[in-house]
T-cell receptor
Framework: DAGVIQSPRHEVTEMGQEVTLRCKPISGHNSLFWYRQTMMRGLELLIYFNNNVPIDDSGMPEDRFSAKMPNASFSTLKIQPSEPRDSAVYFC????????????FGDGTRLSIL | TQLLEQSPQFLSIQEGENLTVYCNSSSVFSSLQWYRQEPGEGPVLLVTVVTGGEVKKLKRLTFQFGDARKDSSLHITAAQPGDTGLYLCAGLVRAGGTSYGKLTFGQGTILTVHP
């Protein structure tokens, strides 16, 4: 079975540019999470969707960050304008509903803002 | 904000040695998860412990949840090079009145097992 699919795997762009990260959750999963991982701060939850609705976006760092989930099989995380401090690995994870359901992570997008 | 402190941050050992990774917090968690992450990949769930004092074994890995559900440990017996990776603990706090649970991750322990 296909796992969580993220694209692109790597993105290098100049500061000020718009960046869009994409995620396809596991079919049938109705919870979707976006995380950011850095050496300094570790793995941090940015936003959580349940049934395509944002439930907790308290981890979104600034207004420059936005996330959408137009349908059950697709989500985007957008950064506009991007800054060098946004450089990190961004992970998408999905799970069935329920707090104890295991989260399945994609392989991440490594983002470098020059 | 719930914080999870993992120790040690780095661990470099020889094949066959035993090791323990600790995960501590001042907060109570409804459950605690351990993940393993390899370079270029996302974290993969190893185990979830739910009950205070619970011990779970996964082959050579033993996971324990503290009685007060504030801390946990991962013990690996006779480590092998294939155990090399980043080990992450994550505590789950349920939002009151909902089925939503937010995971807070520790900083991770980078384990290197030399042949």
């Amino acid at each position: 079975d296909a796992g969580v699919i993220q694209s692109p795997r790597h993105e290098v762009t100049e500061m000020g540019q718009e960046v869009t990260l994409r995620c396809k959750p596991i079919s049938g999963h109705n919870s979707l999470f976006w995380y950011r991982q850095t050496m300094m701060r570790g793995l941090e939850l940015l936003i959580y969707f349940n049934n395509n609705v944002p439930i907790d976006d308290s981890g979104m760092p600034e207004d420059r960050f936005s996330a959408k989930m137009p349908n059950a099989s697709f989500s985007t995380l957008k950064i506009q304008p991007s800054e060098p401090r946004d450089s990190a690995v961004y992970f998408c994870a999905s799970s069935l509903s329920g707090s104890r359901q295991p989260q399945h992570f994609g392989d991440g997008t490594r983002l470098s803002i020059l | 904000t719930q914080l999870l402190e993992q120790s040690p941050q780095f661990l470099s050992i020889q094949e066959g040695e035993n090791l323990t990774v600790y995960c501590n917090s001042s907060s109570v968690f409804s459950s605690l998860q351990w993940y393993r992450q390899e370079p270029g990949e996302g974290p993969v769930l190893l185990v979830t412990v739910v009950t205070g004092g619970e011990v779970k074994k996964l082959k050579r890995l033993t996971f324990q949840f503290g009685d007060a559900r504030k801390d946990s440990s991962l013990h690996i017996t006779a480590a092998q090079p294939g155990d090399t990776g980043l080990y992450l603990c994550a505590g789950l706090v349920r939002a009151g009145g909902t089925s939503y649970g937010k995971l807070t991750f520790g900083q991770g322990t980078i384990l290197t097992v030399h042949p």
